[in-house]
């Protein structure tokens, strides 16, 4: 007897049910393999040989039972994953915002660096006339003074 004829009856009932719910139209791979694993670690283990024998076997009750486990499993799963896909993307969009409010700052970080390097221009020519009418009053007053005093 080898292990590759053994497996989990529950994994039979996963993926019978998952594909009525035709998940793998609308639903990525990964999606899948996530809501496989969720929905399994949920459930107990029932190991087997063959599936035919548990047909045999199983009370209608116990079969009904199994299957509501695997439909509350795997809807509990959806419910999460799809939870998690509207946060990643709320996260998404919410960084998206923080970047282009980052780009608007840095471009007004810019526009005041060169009104300040403009503004300091100004400043300089501004200076630099009132240096000269400076120099003009003070020339104008002493010319004054001379021609005051003569």
């Known amino acids: 007897m080898s292990l590759s004829e053994i497996h989990n009856y529950y994994e ?3 993926e019978n049910y998952i594909a009525a719910l035709e ?3 609308t639903r990525s791979s990964d999606y899948l393999s996530d ?4 929905a399994l670690n949920q459930l107990p283990v ?3 040989r063959h599936g035919v024998d548990m047909y045999f ?3 209608d009750e116990k ?3 199994m299957e509501e486990k695997v439909i509350y499993a795997v809807t509990s799963a959806i419910s999460w994953l799809d939870n998690e896909e509207k946060e990643k993307m709320k996260e998404k969009e919410r960084l998206k915002s923080l970047e282009r409010q980052k780009q608007m700052a840095e471009e ?3 526009r005041a660096a060169a ?4 503004a300091e221009v100004k400043a300089k020519e501004a200076l630099k006339k009132a240096s000269e009418i400076a120099k003009r009053a003070e020339l104008a007053r002493q010319s004054f003074a001379n021609n005051s005093s003569e």
């Open 35 to 38: 809501l496989y694993c969720l």
């Open 23 to 25: 998940l793998t139209a």
């Open 12 to 14: 039979d009932l996963v």
């Open 46 to 48: 029932h190991y087997i």
């Open 57 to 59: 076997y199983m009370s």
């Open 115 to 118: 009104a300040v390097a403009d």
């Open 108 to 110: 007004e970080a810019k």
């Open 63 to 65: 079969r009904q039972e």
